[in-house]
């Protein structure tokens, strides 16, 4: 162990950020990886010939200015290849009307919800000036939750009287917005908002946090934008391993952690099982954990170091959600049109379908074939409690309900998929060891968001958090930022000052 010495545990997008960014600073990093290969829930898998990305399908922060942006600056590496999505989603609500189309261009968004929505501009002008005071912030890289006086003085460092009003509506759902504007009673729009907002915030309308879901919103629109990488996923994961090894970086594959010991005042004894099922004992100043929070206390016993408090809140937080995720591929010409790359429906027995259609020449597929992708929210505790025989039968009913909604909404017949297959809770823990196989962070609700939510400075001197249950939340963006924040906070507490490059 050396004075520059960092484990960071997690090879996801969060976890690989806070390791290259440390690593360009000159420390000494350690990269422990319990998978095969890194990117976690935003991480690739094939069959075949076939590519197909695991979760995440769709990044935000390659616009100039975004965060990937910055920080593959900042390291000094070429930013992936993507394409911004236009339109970033459509979302079919199945009531025989002409489905929402989420349009890069702001000018044209609005004429969509005129369209669509009439008499809702005032929410959605409540809406853009939120989302314009909350990422004016998030941009200026603020310590949020903060939790001592530097954290504080960031937190104010990055305020601007825009800002301010922004702190009268912070105990705020999207649901109170909607009535203070005399939208509630607008029952379509509604489920529009509830169908988006649980694809960022993991909650319906009456509970997603006003400043969060006002800003995620409004994500798909120029300056910013949504972004299909070319290839696949898994190349946001690689350039960031790349910069990593370039900068002297260690990354240990098929090595879990199993333990967190605290030894003395500031260094760390991190128990591991690696690939070949030997108890390992690494050492380090500092540990910088991307895992889920609800980890923790089974890592960390009393003795080593966690505060009682901290177990009490870490093991009361809420339940995040799972996923069910079909895996398909067909030839193009079995798609009736030219589909744009996400669609959402909303269907009355799987709930909310989120459809990802490959491009052809992207990189996924061959020319003339698709990958297709459908996530559906899921409950962990249930699929976890099925037995074998239960759980195998339940897994075909979903596949089969699957099937007969594409037939129905894309009008893709069973038998023309070339590859069907389906994933659920069970198989997510097995690829990412996240507990139960949740798939999302903490939801973000008024009470568990923003200044609420949980902070990546811990109780544990040393003991910094990242990932998608950190400020500002879920998507490789918002892990890249809460990524950043753990490595600025790190420095300070060695007495260096760290920020990117602007």
Wanted: hydrophobic share 40%; glycine share 8%.
């Amino acid at each position: 162990m050396t004075e520059k010495s960092v484990i960071v545990i997690g090879g996801g997008v969060a976890g690989l950020t806070a390791a290259a960014l440390l690593t360009h600073e000159g420390l000494s990093v350690t990269l422990l990886e319990s998978h095969s290969q890194v990117g976690g829930c935003a991480g690739t898998f094939r069959r075949g010939p076939y590519v197909f990305d695991v979760g995440a399908t769709q990044v935000a922060g390659l616009e100039k200015g975004g965060i990937h942006e910055r920080i593959f600056r900042h390291l000094e590496w070429p930013i992936p290849v993507a394409k911004v999505l236009d339109p970033a989603c459509v979302v079919d609500l199945a009531d025989g009307l002409k489905p929402i189309e989420i349009w890069h261009n702001p000018v044209r968004w609005e004429a969509e919800r005129k369209q669509q929505f009439p008499g809702s501009e005032l929410f959605w002008t409540l809406c853009s000036f939120l989302h314009r005071s909350n990422w004016s912030l998030v941009a200026r890289d603020p310590v949020i939750p903060f939790r001592n006086i530097w954290d504080l003085e960031q937190f104010f460092k990055a305020l601007r009287p825009l800002n301010l009003p922004s702190g009268l509506i912070s105990a705020f759902s999207m649901l109170d917005l909607l009535k203070f504007c005399g939208c509630h009673r607008d029952i379509r729009l509604r489920r529009f908002l509830d169908l988006q907002l649980r694809l960022y915030s993991q909650q319906p309308l009456d509970r997603t946090s006003a400043l969060y879901g006002a800003t995620v919103l409004q994500m798909g629109q120029a300056p910013l934008g949504l972004w299909h990488l070319q290839e696949s996923m898994q190349k946001l994961s690689e350039s960031l391993l790349s910069c990593f090894l370039r900068d002297g970086g260690e990354v240990l594959f098929s090595h879990r952690v199993v333990g967190l010991v605290k030894d003395g005042q500031k260094s760390w004894r991190v128990k591991v099982l690696s690939d070949k099922s030997e108890l390992l004992n690494f050492e380090a100043l500092d540990v910088v954990c991307s895992l889920p929070p609800q980890c923790l206390p089974d890592l960390i016993s009393s003795e080593g170091g966690m505060p009682t408090s901290y177990r009490n809140h870490l093991s009361n937080l809420p339940q995040p959600s799972g996923a069910l995720v079909f895996y398909g591929a067909i030839n193009r010409k079995a798609l009736q049109k030219d589909y744009p790359s996400h669609l959402q429906l909303d269907e009355d027995e799987l709930g909310s379908l989120f459809v990802s259609i490959s491009r052809d020449g992207d990189g996924r597929a061959p020319l003339g074939k698709a990958t297709v992708i459908v996530s559906i929210f899921a409950d962990v505790l249930y699929w976890n409690s099925l037995e074998q025989l239960a759980y195998q039968k339940a897994k075909s009913i979903t596949l089969s309900k699957i099937l007969s909604v594409m037939d129905s909404w894309l009008n893709i017949s069973p038998d023309e998929w070339l590859i069907k297959e389906l994933a659920t809770p069970k198989s997510f823990f097995k690829w990412t060891g996240r507990p139960r196989g949740i798939v999302g962070g903490l939801g973000q609700d008024p009470l568990h968001s923003g200044l609420f939510g949980l902070a990546s400075r811990t109780p544990i001197p040393n003991l910094w958090l990242c990932g998608d249950s950190i400020y500002p939340g879920e998507g490789t963006a918002g892990v890249s930022q809460s990524a950043l924040m753990a490595c600025r906070q790190l420095m300070k507490n060695r007495g260096i000052n760290f920020d990117l490059i602007d």
